[in-house]
């Protein structure tokens, strides 16, 4: 028997799970009987205010007169619009991602001495503890790289002299290192996946201390180790966009959960990890990628709006894709007119994709971005503001630039730690109380029945 087969029979399990469905669902009208905010939502679609934060403001929407107005999509960095960061960026064909991190944690740009010395910082920081790669990584291959990630942060606990202390001075140096090494625990575990899942050959190659961080992924994950500046500039890119959007959010409100409990760096971080490896968070651009098998599979012409439109319907009906009724890749819980990061990706996968083999998947995107607005209110009878999220255009950039999908959710982790870490420090700083939200208990009270009387 593997390890991870139940010794349960399914018949059994199924039992258990009757008695659990008797007692555990809940009226769906009980939320608006007791006024409880589903999601910590208002019931306009906005986030219930939880707390207060410096680092990130994250803008979709308008609020007039109690009424949602839509808006063009808006990202600020400690008060920098991150459109105007990665555009100038791009302007000095230099890569930023570095930048973003120091301006996350320190809360403003730094000078070009104070940049290539926190440069210098993360590539000293970027190699593992001794052993780590054999004992940690290689002797446990997992088939979720997210999964494996989250473990080895868990476990590098146990080679820190000074795990548990929380002070500011501490924890920084905690959130550098895992800002440098996240990315080669992403790649190791990849390559251990590949070997181990796939029956192919694992290489790992030796970390180049020169390289930024989109350029130490690209190195390490590809067997001959060769890149072009223009793509190391592109994932660069991604980073940027990825690297932080706000403390709502899930993984990073998780942050800030954990962190006001007293929990140590590593706790907090596997965590905030577990988070956003989920479909409804980061791995959506996984779902996208999907999503775009079942067009192949169900569209004879992928360019053809027509062809698309109808798919779409039939997605929306629950008759075709994953029969969630869900257009992946669109929509957002405060984007309404543009997502900025979406507009970034799309931008610069256009400028990849057209006349090269990924010039239909582009289209395909373009007009499922296009049609699923009108479509959806078609279908659905109900008109709201949609656009284009992050992860539609995303993972299309992941593959031209010939990262597996193994690494697509584990590439937005690498660059997500720089917003946590920021929001760790912050709440440590200003918090000051456990995060303890209420839930209302709808149970009847019980006598207790002696087990013969039952």
């Excluded at 960061?85 to 570095?98: L, Q, W």
């Excluded at 924890?171 to 190791?188: E, G, H």
């Excluded at 959710?409 to 690498?414: D, E, K």
Aim: hydrophobic residues 35%; contains cysteine; aromatic residues 8%.
């Amino acid at each position: 028997m593997a390890y991870n087969e139940s010794k349960l029979p399914d018949s059994s399990i199924k039992t258990l799970c009757d008695e659990i469905r008797k007692y555990n669902k809940i009226d769906p009208a009980d939320f608006d009987r007791f006024n409880v905010k589903r999601g910590l939502r208002n019931s306009d679609g906005t986030g219930v205010m939880a707390g207060i934060s410096r680092v990130c403001s994250v803008g979709g929407y308008l609020i007039d007169d109690g009424e949602r107005i839509p808006c063009e999509g808006r990202l600020l960095f400690r008060g920098y619009d991150m459109s105007d960061i990665v555009n100038n960026v791009i302007a000095e064909d230099r890569f930023g991602f570095e930048e973003v991190v120091w301006l996350l944690l320190f809360g403003s740009l730094p000078t070009k001495d104070q940049l290539d010395n926190f440069c210098d910082m993360l590539s000293s920081c970027r190699e593992l503890p001794e052993d780590f790669i054999e004992d940690m990584i290689m002797k446990a291959p997992s088939p979720d790289i997210m999964n494996k990630i989250s473990r080895s942060v868990l476990a590098l606990y146990s080679y820190d002299n000074n795990p548990d202390d929380t002070s500011i001075e501490n924890v920084l140096r905690q959130c550098i290192n895992l800002i440098a090494q996240i990315p080669s625990i992403m790649v190791y575990s990849y390559q251990v996946k590949r070997r181990h899942y796939y029956h192919k050959s694992m290489y790992l190659h030796q970390i180049k201390p020169e390289h930024r961080t989109a350029e130490t992924i690209l190195h390490s994950i590809r067997a001959n180790k060769t890149f072009t500046d223009k793509e190391a500039k592109l994932l660069d890119t991604c980073l940027m966009v990825h690297a932080e959007h706000g403390g709502g959010n899930n993984s990073t409100f998780t942050t800030r959960v954990l962190t006001s409990s007293g929990t140590d760096t590593y706790a907090t971080t596997a965590a905030s990890i577990g988070s956003l490896k989920g479909p409804k968070h980061g791995g959506a651009n996984i779902k996208v990628s999907q999503m775009l098998d079942h067009f192949r599979e169900g569209v004879s012409d992928i360019t053809n709006e027509g062809q698309v439109a109808d798919f779409i319907r039939k997605i929306i009906r629950k008759e075709a894709g994953d029969g969630s009724g869900l257009i992946y890749g669109m929509g957002h819980a405060v984007y309404t007119l543009s997502d900025p990061r979406a507009k970034i990706l799309r931008s610069k996968a256009e400028d990849f994709a057209m006349n090269s083999k990924f010039e239909n998947e582009f289209i395909l995107l373009s007009l499922i971005e296009k049609l699923t607005p009108e479509i959806f209110a078609e279908v659905k009878g109900v008109s709201k503001a949609m656009c284009a999220n992050v992860d539609l255009y995303s993972g299309l950039v992941y593959k031209m630039l010939e990262i597996p999908g193994d690494l697509f959710t584990p590439i937005f982790t690498a660059a997500r730690v720089a917003g946590w870490s920021a929001h760790r420090i912050e709440e440590l700083l200003t918090g000051g109380k456990i995060i303890r939200p209420a839930y209302k208990n709808t149970n009847i009270i019980h006598s207790y029945t002696p087990i013969g009387d039952r």
